[in-house]
């Protein structure tokens, strides 16, 4: 259900809670990304102008990729960490880019969150007083924007660069997991957004650690196929996963990257594909195990599994090998052997 039927729902829920959601807390999913806090910016934004609710937008974890926070301080984006007892304490929330049932945030599963905002597929056991969950758009941003649009609200020119930034870093500038809806909104906004902080939060100036990172990911790197991926090991940001899935993707052999970090005890894993009938999503759902491991979309899918923080190597490595193994055999490559492909 697209034209913008969820963007003209959520400005005439807004209107319609009113002083009854004041005020409240907007939760990203843990590490956000672009996406996540240009959708709890936007989100906040108009609860404020059209039905003075007072909002706080906090995340679990911490902002790790440099771009991400880059963008955080740059923008001037009002999300801070979750304190300690702080969202058992809120009364009203609301959930962006994210879903209760889904481990990669800290609102408990079993409660029911006020609002939720998202693009992800819809969990089986989802509920909120009211979900709006838009599996058409490529970004969660892209129905916030919708709404600012239609709302008529006069929009900042840094949160019309979060909007650019968020849809652009989701789709990879419109190249994976987006239609036109996408498209017009990233357009709309374009002639807002300030091109010269948008360049700049793109191209950062980059840490020791990702070039550490990066090197693991080139040396350990195996092959099979159209398969490319890597075993990180250790890492101090789970965001590393992804950077290094997409990175692993530009291999002119590769249709597929899947890569692994260990982080706080679980695996943290990425599955890219540049086959927008890939299924991503669904695959390493089903590698996963189901449940609330993994998901994603058609050419995009993340997702962790529990390890144990004091869990032994050879435990680790066992999940490192069984996870690669039933991708492998999902794509018909369980008999193939792997190669170093940067050796």
């Not at 889904?102 to 979900?131: S, V």
């Not at 597929?256 to 695996?267: A, F, I, N, P």
Request: net charge positive.
């Amino acid at each position: 259900m697209s034209n913008g039927f969820h963007a003209r729902k959520l400005l005439r829920e807004l209107v319609r809670m009113g002083g009854r959601a004041n005020p409240m807390l907007v939760l990203t999913h843990d590490y956000p990304d672009p996406d996540s806090l240009a959708s709890a910016w936007v989100l906040s934004y108009l609860a404020s102008n059209l039905a003075r609710i007072r909002c706080r937008i906090r995340y679990g974890g911490v902002i790790g990729r440099r771009e991400n926070r880059l963008m955080a301080e740059r923008l001037n984006i009002p999300a801070l960490p979750l304190r300690k007892g702080e969202l058992a304490a809120a009364q009203n929330v609301a959930l962006v880019d994210t879903q209760p049932p889904f481990r990669n945030n800290r609102f408990p599963p079993r409660r029911r969150p006020l609002l939720i905002i998202d693009h992800h597929a819809r969990h089986a056991d989802t509920a909120a007083e009211i979900a709006l969950i838009d599996e058409e758009a490529g970004a969660t941003t892209t129905l916030l924007g919708e709404a600012l649009l239609l709302s008529g609200l006069k929009v900042p020119r840094r949160l019309a660069t979060a909007i650019v930034y968020g849809i652009g870093s989701e789709t990879q500038n419109l190249g994976r997991d987006s239609d036109v809806r996408d498209l017009e909104i990233y357009r709309a906004f374009w002639p807002w957004a300030n091109v010269k902080t948008l360049w700049s939060i793109s191209y950062p100036r980059r840490q020791a650690d990702y070039f550490a990172v990066l090197a693991r990911g080139l040396a350990g790197a195996f092959a099979c196929r159209a398969v490319v991926g890597v075993h990180l090991g250790a890492i101090v940001f789970p965001e590393r996963v992804a950077q290094i899935a997409d990175f692993l993707l530009t291999y002119e052999k590769a249709h597929w990257s899947l890569v692994t970090g260990r982080y706080k005890g679980r695996l943290h894993v990425s599955l890219r594909t540049d086959d927008p009938r890939g299924g991503a999503g669904r695959v390493l759902k089903r590698v996963l195990g189901g449940g609330n491991r993994g998901g994603g979309h058609a050419m995009i899918a993340g997702g962790s599994m529990d390890i144990g923080e004091d869990a032994e190597e050879f435990r680790w490595r066992e999940a490192e090998e069984n996870l690669a193994k039933a991708f492998l055999e999902s794509q018909g490559l369980g008999e193939e052997s792997l190669s170093r492909p940067f050796a």
